[in-house]
């Protein structure tokens, strides 16, 4: 594939124009570190943000740093840590499920795929830490929205509709994110050998309780021995994340020990480090990046998870999974051909509500499901003429969503 | 007034007569309304300097009932001004006299609780206060507080995407939703979202959110509820300079902290809160930070101790820990008495909303106070700090001639000033009609024909509550227009692949 990777935005807009001038739809891209998500692009020319990197400002009193989509994960990961902040968001790296480099793509593909990690339910998702942008439109027009400021109500929020657009709407030019202090340190607690059931219903006591825990997680039996720190265990943990400072992450650990007390499972507590190390692998997909399977993403209500992998497994697909987001949100790896599988898991969500992805498969599979949950009719019309004000001649990522744009 | 509206359509209204026919088809007579006085009461919302009779007034309270009036809507090619419980500050639900105003007050039960899903599904014109009462006596609450959240409604809400004190750390309504349900211009019902959290394709509830009633009408809303903090002291800090004051806020977010609330006053709006309701305000403090900590006991102990020595080292001259809850409210009273209180010296005064990065502050303060002198009127200055939000109140009297004038002036240069900075022109009210012509300083043309051209994609005719938002109004098949023709050739003089 030929690719181009434009050093600035009249760079950019001259490409764009051209492709829409010789009919011939172009892959938007970073790194493409996460290529193979998604649809197969329709395209033979690859544009790339790579060469727009670097940071414009970081102001970190101020919580806001400004820069190229083109910066890498590493770049920005590594100045945010010198100064004891990050992402709160806890971007997904997919570099383990698509085996590229760690910390390799960039900070635009993050965006694009609006990437979260377990502390979703209380951080939110990226889409909740872009403040502004710039970008280049289908139509080969630069156009910005949004701001610096943490509080703006100025016109359509359409930072939200780029990210979690997949490429498909605009191409980023420029970003402007908040970002956070990182809690002073974290522990978890993991209760050993509970059900899948059990471990949903203590996930969800906990979240009603006012102990702040940031992040939850079931993994069961056979999922566990992948995340380092519980190498050579077998039995399933209910992992709960405390962040915060010492003395009170300590209180609120006793306290939530204390709560759980009479389910007489048994404890064990993961200390600041090997907590983050655990989180990191949970995030990362890591309990199923070995198992040589389609894997998919189910986002769905917190207490129906374990009842819907029960029913996916009911209707013929077989499936390991495990659970995170309180169990909002179900990783699952099956040897079950997408064709056979895509329906069953959408008629299960049906009645659970939600969506799932098809995040990782070839690409033959790719082509043939709809990748993403598919819409109802109306829905699905409002899409495509959303698509249409960006790129009315689908230029941009074409196929990556859905088969008709 | 100097507001320039869309000119009325001739055709709608002498359609009249005929639209209130079928509209009554639709819905029980007393719910539409077409007498003069009756209509009177929607005249305006909380921006009243601008008033405007609607052409007829409808309060459906079933969603076929909001699709039908919009599929009627669309036939007759007539406008509809949605509008939730009135209290916009930025004109957002101005009704327009050839134009229906959709009210949706009847909308006002709460459907389903789900607390072990902590999600609370109500209709739109529940007020937001009510979530947070439903919910509270099992520990919950939802987290935007703007002021008005005694009277304001959830759809309003979702439309403005209203912040409040707590957004610093918890985030305005957009962070908040977990699901929506739309009707379109046309009558199409949509559903967003649910009980789960990401949405399967675009963001669509976040481009709902925020976009003043011009993309569709909200009919229910699923908000996330939360645990309430297991402690929130108030810590109420003077200072002998705004400076210092400004300083203490910047301080207190570079130590990693973030508090539940962070909120400043000038020494004019401290008098005048003080004034209203004695609530122990140091008076001669040219700058007063309240800051709430909340979280579990030991830590906010901790924090305390932080912020204290924060304040001591930006020389505050008051620091006050809240040792009881009634304290602590006390602290609150007068921050959230500000807007009567400053109105009580008024006697009228305009509310603007801009927002400048935080460092910016004692900057904009000094150039505000130029300012002030050059347009001779008074401001006082409530913000929400932590997030650099400014509430600067213009005090003027409606009484004299000209002022009404002056004091928009003055909010105008406020506003531009704020873009200057690197700031926004509102960060919680909206722009409406209020801000509308000043969206220029703020985007491109370009800027403002993609967001126009969002518009299109959900309301090709214009008619959902045009006049609000955009300066001018390009019809949509001109802004769609991209000159690209099958068997001609596009951009003729770029270089071929």
């Known amino acids: 594939m030929d690719q181009f990777a434009p050093s600035d935005e009249g760079e950019i807009i001259d490409f764009v124009r051209a492709a829409i001038a010789n009919e011939a739809p172009l892959e938007v891209a970073g790194n493409a570190t996460k290529a193979a998500l998604g649809r197969p692009v329709e395209a033979d020319r690859r544009l790339s943000t790579r060469s727009l990197r670097g940071i414009h400002f970081y102001e970190p009193s101020e919580l806001v740093v400004s820069l190229g989509p083109g910066t890498t994960m590493r770049e920005l990961t590594d100045l945010l840590d010198q100064n004891g902040q990050e992402l709160a968001f806890e971007p997904i790296d997919y570099a383990h499920l698509f085996a590229t480099e760690p910390l390799g793509g960039t900070i635009g593909s993050a965006v694009a795929v609006n990437a979260s990690g377990p502390r979703r339910i209380k951080a939110g998702a990226a889409r909740d830490h872009v403040l502004g942008f710039s970008a280049v439109s289908g139509r080969g027009e630069a156009f910005q929205s949004g701001g610096r400021v943490m509080k703006n109500v100025t016109g359509y929020d359409l930072s939200k509709l780029m990210t979690g657009s997949y490429g498909t709407l605009a191409i980023l030019t420029d970003l402007t994110l908040k970002v956070l202090p990182k809690p002073e340190m974290e522990q978890t607690l993991l209760l050993h050998g509970l059900g899948d059931q059990n471990g949903i219903d203590v996930m969800t006591e906990a979240s009603g309780l006012p102990h702040e825990v940031s992040s939850l997680a079931h993994l069961p039996a056979g999922c566990v021995a992948a995340i380092g720190p519980l190498a050579g265990q077998t039995a399933a943990v209910t992992a709960l994340r405390i962040e915060g400072p010492e003395t009170s992450v300590a209180k609120r650990k006793a306290d939530l020990q204390e ?74 790896a099956t040897t079950t051909n997408a064709e056979t599988a895509a329906p069953e898991i959408r008629r299960a969500l049906h009645s659970s509500g939600g969506h799932a992805t098809l995040i990782r498969a070839d690409a033959s599979s790719r082509a043939g499901v709809d990748v993403f949950h598919p819409q109802p009719t109306a829905l699905a019309a409002l899409t495509a003429r959303i698509k249409n004000s960006f790129d009315p001649e689908r230029i941009l990522n074409r196929g990556r969503m859905r088969k008709d744009f | 007034m100097a507001l320039t509206m869309p000119k009325p359509e001739q055709e709608i209204l002498a359609n009249r007569d005929l639209l209130i026919r079928r509209l009554r088809e639709i819905l029980p007579a007393e719910s539409v309304i077409d007498d003069e006085i009756e209509r009177r009461a929607y005249e305006c919302d909380a921006l009243t300097m601008y008033r405007q009779l609607p052409l007829v007034v409808v309060l459906p309270e079933t969603v ?147 976009s003043e009633g011009l993309l569709g009408v909200i009919t229910e809303v699923t908000v996330r509820i939360l645990q309430k903090p297991q402690t929130a002291r108030g810590l109420l800090l003077g200072f002998p300079t705004l400076d210092d004051g400004g300083n203490c806020v910047a301080d207190i977010i570079a130590a990693g902290i973030i508090p539940g609330g962070l909120e400043m006053m000038d020494n004019m709006a401290i008098i005048a809160a003080d004034d209203f309701q004695p609530c122990g305000y140091p008076r001669d403090a040219e700058s007063l930070v309240i800051c709430e900590l909340d979280g579990t006991a030991s830590e906010v102990e901790h924090l305390i101790e932080r912020v204290s020595a924060i304040a001591r080292d930006n020389n505050a001259t008051d620091i006050r820990v809240a040792q009881t809850e009634a304290e602590r409210l006390q602290f609150w009273a007068g921050r959230k008495n500000a807007f009567p209180a400053v109105g009580a010296i008024g006697p009228d005064y305009l509310c603007m909303d801009g ?32 997030d650099g939000n400014l509430h600067p109140l213009i005090l003027y009297d409606a009484s004299i001639n000209g002022e009404i004038e002056k004091a928009e002036a003055f909010g105008a240069d406020i506003l531009r000033l704020c873009v200057k900075v690197g700031g926004v022109l509102t960060g919680e009210h909206g722009v409406g009609v209020e801000k509308r012509d000043l969206m220029h300083t703020m985007f491109s043309e370009a800027d403002l024909e993609q967001q126009q051209r969002v518009k299109c994609a959900f309301d090709p005719n214009h008619r959902l509550n045009p006049g609000k938002v955009f300066p001018t109004l390009h019809r949509c098949a001109e802004l769609g227009h991209m000159h690209v023709h099958k068997g001609k050739v596009p951009f003729p003089d770029l270089p071929r692949f």
């Not at chain 1, 999974?321 to 990783?331: I, Q």
């Not at chain 2, 607390?115 to 947070?132: E, F, K, M, S």
């Not at chain 2, 935080?358 to 932590?386: C, D, I, P, T, W």
């Open chain 1, 259 to 332: 709560h759980f007390a009479p389910h007489r499972a048994e404890f064990s507590v993961l200390s600041d480090a090997h907590s983050k190390t655990f989180w990191g692998a949970l995030r990362d997909c890591l309990p199923l990046c070995a198992h040589a399977s389609d894997i998919w993403r189910l986002s769905t209500a917190p207490t129906e998870g374990a009842r819907l992998v029960e029913t996916i497994r009911k209707s013929g697909v077989d499936a390991a999974a495990y659970y995170d987001w309180a169990g909002g949100l179900v990783w699952l």
């Open chain 2, 355 to 386: 927002t400048i990065p935080r460092k910016q502050l004692s900057y904009v303060l000094s150039e505000m106070r130029a300012l002030a002198k050059r347009h001779n009127l008074r401001v006082a200055n409530v913000f929400h700090a932590g």
């Open chain 2, 64 to 210: 076929p009932q909001v699709s039908a009036i919009m599929a009627l809507a669309a036939e007759m090619n007539v406008k509809v001004v949605p509008r939730g419980a009135g209290t916009s500050l930025s004109g957002g639900s101005l009704p327009l006299g050839d134009g229906i105003l959709l009210g949706m007050s009847k909308f006002n039960k709460v459907l389903d609780i789900d607390y072990p899903n902590r999600a609370a599904r109500v209709q739109p014109g529940v007020t937001n206060l009510a979530i947070t009462k439903a919910v509270e006596h099992r520990g919950f609450y939802y987290a935007p507080d703007p002021s008005s959240q005694i009277a304001c409604s959830i759809g309003g809400n979702v439309g403005e995407n209203s912040g409040g004190v707590h957004c610093l750390k918890y985030g305005l309504t957009t962070n908040n939703l977990l699901g929506l349900q739309i009707v379109l211009m046309g009558g199409e019902i949509i559903e967003l979202g649910g009980k789960h959290l990401d949405s399967e394709g675009y963001d669509l509830i976040g481009l709902m959110t925020g």
